[in-house]
């Protein structure tokens, strides 16, 4: 090996046997700034002029290869040389390049691996073009690139989903030619070695693979309508159904198409929540303090929630015990965790394998005591503060003084139920969002009394089960639910001044929510809340609007979609606008006298993000979130909210579009 050459601050190169193997080390993850691309068209052209150079090996340093382009560049005048540009230079390189994938390849790093002449990957890697999940379409060679190498159909899944695959599956559908064992770098070595002075199997130079117009037709279709209103998903499948057409005339569409969607709003708000969830995870208090190991995890209740947790719990790779009242209930509670993962089995999401070991680290019981060696135990009973207390209470007896207990409560004070234990200290909440085993968001409750060390693990064991844990202070409903609160007491409010439900979640589901508010609300049903708002009955502030259209409608027995009606009428199951709930408004108009008007979509969308913005304010200011980005989180990963419209705090800076 030679010495190394230094072509830039991040990419170094030095040359074995007749190769120049060039490294780009550019922490994190190497993305391609513009000091990686300065340092990649120096080494190229360094190969190409140099006698004593038959090849080229590109590779990074660390696990990752190239993560992409630099996301924190976007939006800062573009510096040359252009990606493209860079890349091109390395397909048309008169001498074999060699991609040695030691580690992530992904959008503008797997562009680069796309124009080298040949890909060896190491069984670790992961491929893929993650754009549209930014907001943006890949801009360096993806769209016209990869047809080329696996066909229009591979592409436009790969694309459109921006899902990664593990290298298997990038050699069985052509994205890498090989998997390398031990020396990856060698390997690459000796293979350019080989193709020297040989015809270069340029990609851009392969024609794309005839496809049967009607099946692209019908994959296309399916495309744009899971799009919901997105662009850039769009954008991909026309980029790549037309990527038959010469190399240079797609690159320039697709170099226009993605610079026209790096800088439009819905690119930033997924840069935003990009970053967003990195920021999430960086905890004030706890930089230098480490999480307490967990390998065991109790689980009291194994209801629906429990169990979910439970299966979650399992696929960390966690042992789980799960506790209930009785050996019975608690049979029957292991035999729907069980079902749970025979589902996971069934869907193929878990091979036989991973069944059986999931299942072998599963055990259930009724004894307290059963619980002695676990090392977290997560809480999923009844929502009953007295039940809860005496469960904690019972098990301060039996585990050990360093295990930590958390709470899953969604609306009880984890203060309160803290208080009542021998030890505060190692109690927290993990409020988790059902299905507990397919939702990523778990609010981390910081309590009074909770020690660092103890938020730390319960931080950690969320990551672990590939949650996204985002922390909360104690508040009634924590961040959740106190902003779901305050849109919906802004929805029942925009009912009384003028707006029906339909027209409401019609205005929602423009907008991007999956599901419009009311309709939720019958899914859920109505009977919770009702419960609670006669708990606050008597402590209500007699001066502030409270609206009783939804008591009117309980009181009739209206308690959502099991009892066949709710905000909506659902004969046979199907939702329909009921008439009797229209009247049922009107009527509450009357009682105050309020002369009702039409509301514009525009006008709803309006009222409904600023509702959940103040309540944002508040949490900021009361200290229960720590920053907007975490309360953007958990309404994207919670309630729908949706992704490529920032959150409630991202999307206020925006006013929604004109109304249709
Ligand atoms: N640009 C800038 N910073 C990035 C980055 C990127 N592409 N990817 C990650 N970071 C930062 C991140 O903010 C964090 O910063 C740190 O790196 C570690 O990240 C032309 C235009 C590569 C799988 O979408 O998926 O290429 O918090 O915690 O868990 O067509 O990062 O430490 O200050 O996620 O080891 C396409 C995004 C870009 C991949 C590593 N690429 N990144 O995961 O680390 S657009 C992506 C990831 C593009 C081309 C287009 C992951 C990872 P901080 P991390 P990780």
Redesign the pocket.
């Known amino acids: 090996m030679s010495e190394t050459t230094a072509f830039s601050a991040t990419v170094s190169a030095a040359t074995r046997d007749g190769v120049l193997v060039v490294t780009i080390d550019n922490a994190?993850?190497n993305?391609?700034s513009a000091d990686v691309r300065n340092g990649l068209e120096k080494a190229l052209a360094r190969a190409e002029s140099s006698t004593d150079v038959n090849g080229v090996v590109i590779t990074g340093a660390g696990?990752?290869f190239i993560?992409?382009?630099?996301?924190?560049e976007f939006g800062k005048p573009a510096m040359e040389p252009t990606?493209p540009a860079v890349i091109q230079k390395i397909e048309d390189l008169s001498k074999p390049v060699v991609a040695a994938l030691n580690g992530?390849a992904?959008?503008?790093?797997l562009?680069v691996a796309l124009a080298c002449h040949y890909r060896i990957t190491s069984p670790a890697a992961q491929v893929g073009?993650?754009?549209v999940?930014?907001g943006?379409v890949?801009?360096?060679g993806?769209t016209q690139r990869l047809p080329r190498l696996i066909g229009i159909p591979a592409a436009l899944d790969l694309i459109t989903s921006g899902r990664s695959v593990k290298a298997e599956e990038a050699l069985s559908l052509g994205i890498v030619d090989e998997i390398g064992e031990g020396d990856l770098v060698g390997t690459a070595v000796s293979i350019a070695g080989k193709f020297a002075g040989k015809p270069l199997r340029r990609t851009g130079e392969l024609t794309v693979p005839v496809v049967d117009p009607t099946e692209i037709e019908k994959a296309s279709a399916k495309i744009r309508a899971k799009a919901r209103g997105q662009k850039a998903p769009a954008e991909a499948v026309r980029l790549v159904t037309s990527s038959a057409r010469p190399l240079a005339e797609g690159l320039t569409d697709e170099r226009a198409t993605?610079l026209m969607l790096?800088d439009s709003r819905e690119a930033a708000a997924l840069r935003h929540v990009?970053?967003a969830e990195?920021?999430a995870s960086?905890v004030d208090g706890l930089e230098g303090i480490a999480p307490r190991p967990v390998g065991r995890i109790g689980i009291c209740g194994l209801g629906l929630m429990g169990s979910g947790i439970a299966v979650a719990a399992l696929g960390a790779g966690y042992t789980v015990i799960g506790l209930d009242q009785t050996p019975d209930v608690a049979e029957k509670g292991h035999e729907r965790i069980v079902g749970l993962l025979e589902r996971n089995l069934a869907s193929g999401r878990l091979d036989q394998a991973g069944f059986d070991a999931q299942k072998a680290r599963l055990s259930v019981t009724a004894l307290d005591s059963d619980l002695a060696f676990c090392d977290l135990i997560i809480e999923a009973v009844f929502d009953d503060l007295d039940v809860k207390i005496d469960l904690f209470r019972r098990l301060d007896r039996v585990i050990r003084p360093d295990a930590v207990l958390a709470t899953n409560t969604s609306y009880l004070n984890p203060d309160e139920i803290a208080a009542a234990t021998a030890h505060p200290e190692r109690v927290l909440g993990l409020h988790f969002f059902s299905p507990a085993h397919v939702m990523r968001l778990v609010e981390v409750v910081r309590c009074a009394r909770t020690a660092p060390d103890v938020l730390a693990t319960g931080l950690s064991a969320a990551k672990k089960l590939r949650k996204l844990p985002i922390v909360t202070g104690v508040t009634e409903g924590f961040i959740g639910n106190r902003i779901f609160s305050a849109y919906r007491r802004e929805a029942e409010f925009l009912l009384e001044d003028g707006a029906l439900p339909h027209e409401i979640d019609a205005a929602l589901e423009e907008y991007g929510f999956p599901m419009g508010l009311f309709a939720v609300y019958d899914m859920a049903g109505l009977e919770i809340a009702w419960a609670r708002r006669k708990r606050q009955a008597a402590s209500r502030d007699p001066s502030a609007r409270y609206v009783e259209i939804a008591d009117t409608l309980c009181e009739a027995g209206r308690m959502g979609q099991k009892s066949g009606r709710g905000w909506y009428a659902y004969p046979d199951g199907k939702r329909i606008i009921d008439p009797e709930v229209t009247i049922i408004i009107e009527a509450a108009r009357a009682k105050k006298g309020i002369v009702p008007r039409h509301f514009s979509r525009d006008e709803i969308l309006k009222r409904l993000l600023e509702a959940m913005a103040m309540e944002g304010d508040a949490l900021l200011a009361q200290g229960i979130a720590a920053r907007p980005g975490d309360i953007d989180l958990v309404m994207i990963n919670g309630y729908g909210f949706p992704s490529h419209k920032g959150g409630p705090m991202f999307a206020r800076i925006e006013p929604p579009q004109s109304d249709t």
């Open positions: 994190p993850v993305a391609t696990k990752t993560g992409g382009a630099d996301i924190k990606l992530a992904l959008g503008g790093g562009e073009l993650p754009e999940k930014l943006i890949p801009g360096a993806g993605f790096r990009f970053f990195r920021e960086k």
